[in-house]
Nanobody, 124 residues
Framework: QLHLTESGGGVVQVGDSLRVSCAAS????????MAWFRQTPGMDREFVAG????????FYADSVKGRFTISRDNAKYTVDLQLNSLKPEDTALYYC?????????????????WGQGTQVTVSS
């Protein structure tokens, strides 16, 4: 079993930057693929970025590519998401997710473990 805790959300202005973090803990830590999703009341949970265990290879949604950066520290079992050049449409509850086996890495159903989320609000 894995426990995920997000932190670092807040209220920022358009064009600002923010860094959200995810810390993993549990009795057994394995080679999890990890990802960030986001969700607003009017939308389904949306893929933002993912990262593999081996090599820390990142993948991004088109809407955030070039603005967001995902990274991980396998020794510490932490995953960060750097959000730059923020837009109002980036406003959402951001979730950290993890899975041992991922088919389609862009859908929430592929992930076994989730954090409670951290709120990011971008105002103009």
């Amino acid at each position: 079993q894995l426990h995920l805790t997000e932190s670092g959300g807040g209220v920022v202005q358009v064009g600002d930057s923010l860094r959200v973090s995810c810390a993993a803990s549990g009795p057994t830590l394995r080679s999890y693929a990890m990802a960030w999703f986001r969700q607003t009341p009017g939308m389904d949970r949306e893929f933002v970025a993912g990262i593999t265990w081996a090599g820390g290879r990142p993948f991004y949604a088109d809407s955030v590519k070039g603005r967001f950066t995902i990274s991980r520290d396998n020794a510490k079992y932490t995953v960060d998401l750097q959000l730059n050049s923020l837009k109002p449409e980036d406003t959402a509850l951001y979730y950290c997710a993890a899975a041992l086996r991922v088919g389609d890495f862009k859908i929430p159903e592929s992930y076994d473990y989730w954090g409670q989320g951290t709120q990011v609000t971008v105002s103009s």
